[in-house]
């Protein structure tokens, strides 16, 4: 399959608790990304992380990235109601000359005010 | 425009009718990607269109299935013959040559009924 793998498949926590999906893939990457959708529609771009680097901060998301297990994990810590949506990441490689954005099942999370 | 375009944002068709999806990328980014997403799931790759070089159709799930564009602006994703299964968000994004970041529209809800 082109498509990378996530866990869980689906998360429900109360507010204020931290979350942590998961995301392994299978093919040398240039970087990884992760996404979120709200309602099934746009995604939005949350963080990128190269390939030589390990861990990336942003407000209240933490990424980490290990090559050598190729995995990924997103963290968002003091979740908020707003935070439910779906979470995808996704790999960006090249295959056969060309520069492609391959997604992960993706994670739909729940947070209970 | 400031975001990739697409248009229409719903579409209903009868089965076996033709549809067109239209994507407008952002002014200056030479890559564009289609992709598929059925409810519930990951993106699907369909179709990759870098600069005037040749398309990477790889991702097409059948003949039915085509797209074109017109040196680094509007795309079109033609479906023929529609079937059920062709119901899904269908998602365009582009990307500059001169970084990772991918930006997508808010896609097309394609619906054959």
């Known amino acids: 399959s082109q498509q990378g793998e996530e866990d869980p498949q689906a998360l429900s926590i109360q507010e204020g608790e931290n979350a942590t999906m998961n995301c392994s893939y299978k093919t040398s990457i240039n970087n990884l990304q992760w996404y979120r959708q709200n309602s099934g529609r746009g995604l939005v771009h949350l963080i990128l992380i190269r390939s030589n680097e390990r861990e990336k901060h942003s407000g209240r998301l933490r990424v980490t990235l290990d090559t050598s297990k190729k995995s990924s994990s997103l963290l968002i810590t003091a979740s908020r109601a707003a935070d439910t949506a779906s979470y995808f990441c996704a790999t960006d490689r090249n295959i056969q000359g060309a520069q492609k954005l391959v997604f992960g099942q993706g994670t739909r999370l729940t947070i209970n005010p | 425009g400031a975001g990739v375009s697409q248009s229409p944002s719903n579409k209903v068709t009868e089965k076996g009718k033709d549809v067109e999806l239209r994507c407008d990328p952002i002014?200056?980014?030479?890559?564009l990607y289609w992709y598929r997403q059925r409810l519930g799931q990951g993106l699907e790759f369909l179709i990759y269109?870098?600069?005037?070089?040749?398309?990477?159709k790889s991702g097409l799930p059948s003949d039915r299935f085509s797209a074109e564009r017109t040196g680094e602006s509007v795309s079109t994703l033609t479906i023929q013959r529609t079937q059920q299964e062709d119901s899904a968000v269908y998602l365009c994004?582009?990307?500059?040559?001169?970084?990772?970041?991918?930006?997508f529209g808010s896609g097309t809800r394609l619906t054959v009924v």
């Open positions: 994004a582009s990307r500059s040559d001169r970084g990772h970041g991918y930006t």
């Open positions: 002014s200056g980014h030479t890559a």
């Open positions: 269109f870098q600069g005037n070089s040749a398309p990477d």
